[in-house]
């Protein structure tokens, strides 16, 4: 690595702070393992200050920057490329809850806290910090916010950037920008947080951010239940927000296929309801206590099984049975990773067009790739599926490979036929640039080009990512 390079980025961060040679393996392969990279330096600033004197020192030696949290982004996002020219810039020791203002029902935090430690914190004072998902234990906020996560509460709280109301931000150019404002009202020009937030590292660098908080629910009902299709679970979603309203905050929809293999990764864990083709877990969330919570939730139940909308429910009776059907749920991505080999993609789709979209594309699949497994599960209440296909039983792992262009061509063609997006929450990264090209307007395109030209005129931040066809001068 360039020694001037090298001394300027000690100076900025203090010396264990750049890891170079064999200590920066542990970054440099994607959460999926599906890529691996090399970089000159993984650099651990500590400060705003030590993030803009990294910035600064990489434009002057044209060093790309590679932004990463925790690393368990979906789509090698955080990964830098194969030439070794990059640095990653991993952002864990910026792990400061700077402020609370419980009366205000905001919070900051340094984009370095894992997303369960704002919660916690949100938590010890009184207040809910909503945004929740499986990697919740490892993820960094700056990490959320810089893909715009989702998660298992989108329905009643949000996305990310629904969650934020302000950032601070290193730019491409060296410069910070202070937007840390906590207000709900603020139309003073183009809005340059929605902006950054997920733009995943190719803008810029999220060094903090002003998140909004709520009350924390009074009582809270859990309950996994059967049923025979994705349109009764679609039409137990269309009851469940007409009877419960803003109560509902957590609807998941999973396949048998996905579900069963939890318990047969993690023996440990048991499903609580026989066999069924589709299984939900309902969430609701009751300002008031525990009785009104129980009678709505009860009334809700009722009503669907006698509609036909699920055949058999289990309700958790104590936390921990209702924490134990959030588990079963949040393992299935590590089942999944722990079963094969699987073409993944985060779709999203009008939920009336949902079970059409499923039963063709299922149907079309098994047509041109007899034996494959739809292990199906996701966000049913944002219209957000993770539509997962798994090797047939059998196959061995490189002749999978080999189809899984057209496999994923095939799923992606069927999203646009249905008016739905290739990407619901997870982003673009390094692995759906093509898609992102193919499937989105080019005017959008183009804008979107001039934006990335426009707040990194250079193509340091990031490159590859979101945009990898940008010509930089
Ligand atoms: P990383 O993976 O490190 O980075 C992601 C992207 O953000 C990269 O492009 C990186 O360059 C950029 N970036 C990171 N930090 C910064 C920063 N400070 N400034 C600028 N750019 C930055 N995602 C969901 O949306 N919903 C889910 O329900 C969900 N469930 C998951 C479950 C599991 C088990 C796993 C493993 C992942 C899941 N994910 C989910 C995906 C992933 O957790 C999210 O994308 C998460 O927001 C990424 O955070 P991270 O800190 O790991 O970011």
């Known amino acids: 690595m360039n020694e001037s390079l090298l001394g300027a980025l000690r100076r900025a961060v203090g010396e264990p702070h750049v890891l170079t040679g064999d200590d920066c393996a542990p970054f440099l392969t994607d959460w999926r393992k599906v890529v691996t990279g090399r970089a000159a330096a993984v650099v651990r600033p500590g400060t705003t200050g030590q993030v803009r004197d990294v910035v600064r020192a990489c434009l002057e030696h044209g060093t790309p920057i590679v932004p990463q949290g925790g690393n368990t982004g979906q789509v ?14 991993q952002l864990g020791r910026m792990n400061r809850i700077r402020a609370i203002d419980a009366e205000n029902d905001t919070l900051v935090a340094e984009a370095g806290c894992v997303l369960q430690a704002v919660q916690e914190a949100a938590r010890a004072a009184g207040r809910l910090f909503p945004l929740s998902l499986g990697a919740e234990g490892t993820c960094l906020i700056g990490g959320n916010l810089a893909t715009n ?48 937030i997920g733009s995943e590292g190719t803008l810029g660098v999220i060094t903090a951010a002003t998140l909004k908080l709520f009350p924390l629910p009074a009582a809270q009902r859990t309950a996994f239940a059967a049923t025979a299709s994705i349109e009764q679970a679609v039409a137990l979603l269309a009851r469940a927000r007409s009877m419960l309203g803003a109560e509902l905050t957590g609807f998941e929809l999973m396949s048998a296929v996905a579900l069963e293999l939890v318990p047969k990764h993690f023996p440990d864990q048991r499903l609580p309801l026989p066999a069924a083709p589709w299984f939900v877990l309902l969430e609701t969330s009751d300002a008031e206590g525990e009785s009104r919570a129980s009678e709505r939730f009860d009334a809700l139940l009722s009503a669907a099984l006698e509609a036909g909308e699920i055949n058999d429910a289990a309700v958790a009776q104590t936390m921990a049975q209702s924490k134990a059907f959030w588990h079963l749920r949040e393992s299935i991505t590590l089942a999944v990773a722990a079963e094969g080999k699987c073409a993944k993609h985060d779709i999203s789709i009008p939920t009336s067009r949902m079970a059409a979209f499923v039963t063709t594309t299922d149907r079309l699949l098994q047509e041109r790739f007899a034996g494959v497994r739809s292990a199906t599960f996701g966000h049913l209440g944002d219209g957000n599926l993770h539509y997962n296909i798994l090797q047939p039983k059998g196959q061995d792992a490189r002749s999978f490979a080999a189809t899984q262009q057209d496999l994923s061509l095939l799923v992606h063609d069927r999203v646009r036929d249905h008016g739905g997006s290739i990407s619901a929450e997870q982003g673009i990264g390094g692995l759906r640039t093509a898609d992102l090209q193919r499937y989105e307007d080019p005017v959008k395109i183009a804008l979107l080009r001039r934006i990335k030209q426009a707040l990194d005129p250079r193509g340091l931040m990031n490159p590859g990512k979101v945009l990898p066809w940008q010509t930089m001068p």
């Open 76 to 89: 090698a996002g955080a990964t830098p490329d194969q030439s070794g020219r990059a640095i990653v810039l």
């Open 149 to 196: 996560a989702g998660g298992t509460q989108v329905l009643r709280y949000g996305n990310a950037r629904e969650l934020t109301l302000g950032l601070e931000v290193v730019t491409a150019e060296g410069e910070v920008w202070n937007g840390l404002r906590a207000l709900r009202k603020d139309n003073t020009g183009y809005d340059l947080r929605d902006l950054y």
